[in-house]
């Protein structure tokens, strides 16, 4: 079934198999899954939770909340409606593909261009909140409730199950609440639907706690996994993520010191795309965007707006590039290699280079430049092939920041990982909007680009939540 959810409700889907995929919650106080099973006006499809209440039935509600995260990140589902591309757009590392027409008002170009108005009460309408933006709030918050409920389903149908089952939907829960902290404005809600009991609503949460809440889902997660690398690896490093967003760097070194160089965590996508969320036929969302460039289409960009990258230019191998011509306005089109225009492959959530460049950024903090700069070298002698160069030390505290965040933009490229690292370079290192993000003339759209570097919570939450006000600040 297609994913068309409130930002305040968990839906329900079906595998083909006809077992329970997400849970559902109607959005409303007091509505337990209990009252649910007996309730003789369940919609039509949603199978009776009770025929779930069996280890196939957790077994596939913990599949479902897999799904769930890899069309969150980077599916092609929706069209093309994801973190990483919607991030790409509001970072320097994509741009719209429609670009050059002064007053066109895309979706992708009031992203790319930085204008994101929240919701105004009394407008009767959330349509200040673009479309995209919707998509990926909700379907994390789709991840967070399924998570939540394939773990009390296995814990409660198939105790004896392997303990990595839960372990990952831990750290699936983790990653979901990072993701919703790197791009949303402060008071995110993070209201929850308990397993056998009632949705609860919750009040907007600071970003801070946001991410103090996703470095307990690792730590439970941690604790929990005792047979398997894999999901242990993934734990840490969603750990070190969140602590090096909060500050703690030295945390954060600490909590990847044990991931291997060589570890991946990738989601893996097929070219096949249908209306189901069958677990094999999630296209990445490069199908859509670079896949002949047609109904969404995105393009690699240039040092954007002055403050960005040289992903073109730079000929780094990290960014390699391929050119698709030009659009109707002249603006040169090009796509990344990393990903198949097929909608096929992986896209790596977490890996051995993150944990180096978690622990190469902590030992920066820490006032040990040459343990830092060895750390970044490391990564360009072993972690490509043909080893890159090694880079230099620029020699001044500015200089080495610099540096650092511009190895993380090429090593984690389209990964998701930039939105978060540009709003902690004005969080936590003291830069100016204007000098991170792009800014000055945008050729479209409105002809310059705004002051926006997060997205606001979609307005039908402020409507169905009665917790929920507004965001705190849109700020970094």
């Known amino acids: 079934m297609p994913i068309t959810m409130s930002p305040v409700s968990l839906h329900i889907g079906a595998l083909r198999h006809a077992v ?18 007996g309730n003789a006006q369940l919609p039509p499809g949603v199978p009776d939770p009770r025929l779930t209440h069996t280890p196939a039935g957790a077994l596939a509600a913990y599949r479902g909340a897999l799904v769930l995260l890899r069309t969150a990140v980077g599916s092609n589902y929706g069209g093309g409606e ?51 933006i919707q998509s990926v709030y909700g379907l994390l918050q789709q991840v967070r409730g399924q998570a939540r409920e394939a773990r009390g389903a296995l814990g409660a149908y198939d105790p ?55 470095v307990g889902f690792f730590d439970s997660a941690l604790t929990v996994v005792a047979d398997s690398d894999r999901i242990l690896n993934l734990a840490r490093v969603g750990k070190g993520r969140a602590l090096l967003a909060l500050g703690q760097y030295a945390a954060a070194g600490t909590a990847v010191a044990q991931v291997p160089d060589a570890f991946q965590y990738a989601l893996q996508y097929s070219a096949t795309s249908t209306d189901t969320l069958n677990a094999s036929q999630n296209q990445s969302f490069a199908a859509s965007a670079f896949g002949g460039l047609g109904n969404n289409p995105l393009t690699m960009v240039d040092v954007e707006g002055g403050n960005g990258l040289a992903y073109l230019s730079s000929g780094d191998p990290r960014s390699a590039w391929v050119a698709e011509g030009t659009n109707q306005h002249g603006f040169l089109l090009s796509r990344p290699v990393e990903y198949s225009v097929a ?44 080893a890159m160069a090694d880079t230099t030390d620029p020699g001044t505290t500015n200089g080495r920041v610099g540096l650092m965040f511009y190895e993380r933009g090429f090593w984690l490229f389209l990964t998701g990982h930039r939105q978060g690292d540009l709003r902690r370079l004005i969080r936590q290192y003291g830069r100016q ?28 939450e402020r409507v169905s939540n009665p917790l929920f006000t507004g965001c705190r600040s849109r700020g970094a």
């Open 20 to 37: 329970l995929l997400l849970v559902l919650a109607s959005g409303l106080p007091g509505c337990s899954l209990d009252n649910l099973a």
């Open 82 to 132: 994801s973190f990483v591309p919607v991030t790409g757009l509001l970072t320097d590392e994509l741009r719209a593909g429609d670009i050059g027409q002064i007053g066109a008002m895309s979706d992708n170009l009031r992203l790319d261009s930085r204008f994101l108005p929240e919701y105004a009460p009394g407008s009767g309408d959330d349509r200040a909140t673009l479309g995209p």
């Open 160 to 214: 004896g199950g392997p303990r990595a089952l839960p372990g990952h939907l831990y750290a699936v829960e983790g990653y979901a609440d990072i993701l919703l902290a790197d791009l949303f404005c402060s008071g995110i809600p993070l209201s929850t639907l308990d397993f056998g009991k009632d949705f609860t609503y919750q009040p907007g949460s600071s970003t801070a706690e946001v991410y103090q809440r996703a």
């Open 343 to 386: 909608g096929d492959g992986p896209l790596v959530l977490a890996s051995g280079v993150e944990a180096r460049l978690i622990q190469a950024e902590a030992a920066l903090q820490a006032g040990s430049p040459g343990t830092w700069l060895a750390t970044l070298n490391h990564l360009r002698e072993t972690a490509i092939t043909p």
């Open 433 to 460: 909007a204007e000098s991170v993000y792009p800014t000055g003339l945008y050729p479209g759209a409105y002809g310059s680009y705004g002051s926006d570097v997060t997205a606001p919570i979609p307005g039908a």
